[in-house]
Antibody, heavy 121, light 110 residues
Framework: QVQLQESGPGLVKPSETLSLTCSVS????????WSWLRQPPGQGLEWIGY???????TYNPSLKSRVSISMDTSRNQFSLKLNSLTAADTAIYYC???????????????WGRGTLVTVSS | QSVLTQPPSVSAAPGQKVTISCSGS????????VSWYQQFPGTAPKLLMY???KRPSGIPDRFSGSKSGTSATLGITGLQTGDEADYYC???????????FGGGTKVTVL
């Protein structure tokens, strides 16, 4: 079955850029939307943004100025970049398959296990 | 401060029923479909309900979903100790042009 796996550094310094990759196995990224979400320790979920397999993107307005999501169909993976990091960006970052892509029917049917990213000097 | 409002916690005895409310507005729940996610400590969220009331394969019919106006409800009947988890509602917000979630509800089985 389709599985998602996040990878990237667990510790990033303030003001630097976070780079994470989500590798999709057991299926193709084609024909789907793919999202990044995060969850600060002990807090709720926050949607970061999504990328369609064609490369088109939509971002959370509150993060739009700092975020970039890209698609690599040849490697069956997609990536997140978040710049100007502060301690408030410390969270578990999840990648997920996004069914709806911003439509009325928006939801996530598959999730990665998540990766904890700590922003600290 | 989450866009969607959920009670922080609900509880009931084994075998009983609990309901979790998710309140929004016309820009989100009022005009879009709601999904629900179950999250156990230390694990990723899992899709529990989509399109307001549809259950993915493998989700028991003890779980139900509904929507009325700008609010949605998740119901759990025949409560089991294995249902102790955090539950989140989510939907698209047309005004914000982004996805939004509730703050989460912790279900405790007494």
């Amino acid at each position: 079955q389709v599985q998602l796996q996040e990878s990237g550094p667990g510790l990033v310094k303030p003001s630097e850029t976070l780079s994470l990759t989500c590798s999709v196995s057991g299926g193709s990224v084609s024909s789907y939307y793919w999202s990044w979400l995060r969850q600060p320790p002990g807090q709720g979920l926050e949607w970061i943004g999504y990328v369609y397999y064609t490369g088109s993107t939509t971002y959370n307005p509150s993060l739009k100025s700092r975020v970039s999501i890209s698609m690599d169909t040849s490697r069956n993976q997609f990536s997140l970049k978040l710049n100007s990091l502060t301690a408030a960006d410390t969270a578990i970052y999840y990648c997920a398959r996004d069914l709806g892509g911003g439509s009325r029917y928006w939801y996530f049917d598959l999730w990665g296990r998540g990766t904890l990213v700590t922003v600290s000097s | 401060q989450s866009v969607l409002t959920q009670p922080p916690s609900v509880s009931a005895a084994p075998g009983q029923k609990v309901t979790i409310s998710c309140s929004g507005s016309s820009s989100n729940i009022g005009n879009n479909y709601v999904s629900w996610y179950q999250q156990f400590p230390g694990t990723a969220p899992k899709l529990l309900m989509y399109d307001n009331s549809k259950r993915p394969s493998g989700i028991p019919d003890r779980f139900s979903g509904s929507k009325s106006g700008t609010s949605a409800t998740l119901g759990i009947t025949g409560l089991q100790t294995g249902d102790e988890a955090d539950y989140y509602c989510g939907t698209w917000d047309n005004g914000l042009s982004g996805g939004v979630f509730g703050g989460g509800t912790k279900v405790t089985v007494l």
